[in-house]
């Protein structure tokens, strides 16, 4: 079993920018693809951005795509979810994901194990 254990989250002004950090508990963590989603408060879970295990490859939701920025350092079993020029909308929980059998994270469907969430709240 992989534990996810997401930090950095927070609060922020619109405009801002906030680090989320997620630690894997898995050694073979670079053979896991990587990813992030969010759940604001009333709306469904939504898929914000993934990055292959080796790092090579990485997707984003048009709504975040040039403001949000994943990275992995596989040596720390870690992934990264760099967020800059925050917006009000961007507020929700954030939740850290680990996909074993696929290449890049597109579906909530393959997923194998969910971070417990960290809230990030934008002010405007």
């Given at each position: 079993?992989?534990q996810?254990?997401?930090s950095?989250?927070g609060?922020?002004?619109?405009?801002g920018?906030?680090?989320?950090?997620?630690?894997?508990?898995?050694?073979?963590?670079n053979s896991?693809?990587?990813?992030?989603?969010?759940?604001?408060?009333?709306?469904?879970?939504?898929?914000?951005s993934?990055?292959?295990?080796?790092?090579?490859?990485?997707?984003?939701?048009?709504?975040?795509?040039?403001?949000?920025?994943?990275?992995r350092?596989?040596?720390?079993?870690?992934v990264?979810?760099?967020?800059n020029s925050?917006?009000?909308?961007?507020?929700?929980?954030?939740y850290?994901?680990a996909?074993?059998?696929?290449?890049?994270?597109?579906?909530?469907?393959t997923?194998?194990?969910?971070?417990?969430?960290?809230?990030?709240t934008?002010?405007?």
């Amino acid at each position: 079993h992989v534990q996810l254990v997401e930090s950095g989250g927070g609060f922020a002004q619109a405009g801002g920018s906030l680090r989320l950090s997620c630690a894997a508990s898995e050694r073979t963590f670079n053979s896991y693809s990587m990813g992030w989603l969010r759940q604001a408060l009333g709306k469904e879970r939504e898929f914000v951005s993934s990055i292959t295990a080796s790092g090579g490859s990485v997707a984003y939701a048009d709504s975040v795509k040039g403001r949000f920025t994943i990275s992995r350092d596989n040596a720390k079993n870690t992934v990264y979810l760099q967020m800059n020029s925050l917006k009000p909308e961007d507020t929700a929980v954030y939740y850290c994901v680990a996909d074993k059998r696929s290449f890049l994270i597109t579906s909530m469907r393959t997923i194998d194990y969910w971070g417990q969430g960290t809230q990030v709240t934008v002010s405007s």
